[in-house]
């Protein structure tokens, strides 16, 4: 029987990068890395697949599956909600490959807790500082200053819970950031054996 795959958990505030790091992480096939595709009811945005980049859902479908405990981890942010599958979780691990979930604080808290220290490995990505993070939300022009300002204060809260991860990495470069998080990846699957 195999051994099931490891659960890798990148988090960050909104706007760090957490998404451009994950894909370059993501192109080193030896990691034998599947992305976890979360559900959302936010609207898509420009470039975005249904798919590829999140499930979007209705808000019915996704209070449906939180009755039924369909969900690993989900949480409310700005309005919306996002989640992880527990069904397609386990499927992936149990085929031996390791999987990356894309999640914020509150739901790295709640898969951490719902699995042995041994399968989890976490990262909190951080902006080189707030200034960048500000400038980068706001570069995305995907959302109005109200709703800017409640992501900026949200990040103030979430990087004071950065010690919560197992490594902390500071998105200043992209390839470089990619590059720390694939030795850390490559080092603990080498330790499960």
């Known amino acids: 029987m195999k051994k099931p795959g490891l659960l890798v958990i990148i988090a960050g505030p909104s706007g760090v990068g957490k998404g451009t790091v994950r ?18 009811t ?3 945005r420009v470039g975005e697949k249904n798919g590829v980049d999140y499930h979007f859902v209705s808000r019915k479908d ?19 909600y996002y989640g992880t599958s527990k069904s397609q979780i386990e499927k992936v691990r149990r085929q031996g490959k390791n999987v990356m979930l894309e999640i ?7 898969v951490k807790k719902a699995f042995p ?9 951080v902006p080189p ?6 400038k980068r939300i706001k570069g995305r022009s995907t959302e109005n200053a109200s709703t800017i300002k409640k992501r900026l ?15 902390v990495v500071i998105n200043d470069k992209v390839d470089r950031a990619a590059k720390e998080i694939r030795q850390i990846i490559k080092a603990t699957i080498k330790q499960r054996g």
């Open 42 to 44: 936010r609207p898509k």
């Open 104 to 110: 914020d604080v509150n739901g790295a808290k709640n």
């Open 153 to 167: 204060a949200k990040a103030r809260v979430e990087l004071k819970l950065k010690n919560r991860f197992d490594y």
């Open 117 to 125: 220290a041994s399968e989890v490995l976490s990262f909190f990505i």
């Open 23 to 40: 894909k370059e992480v993501m192109h080193d096939r030896t990691l034998n890395l599947v992305f976890s595709i979360s559900l959302t």
């Open 62 to 80: 996704f209070l449906a599956a939180i009755k039924n405990h369909d969900l690993l981890e989900y949480n409310q942010y700005v309005g919306h």
């Open 129 to 134: 500082s707030l200034k960048e993070l500000a």
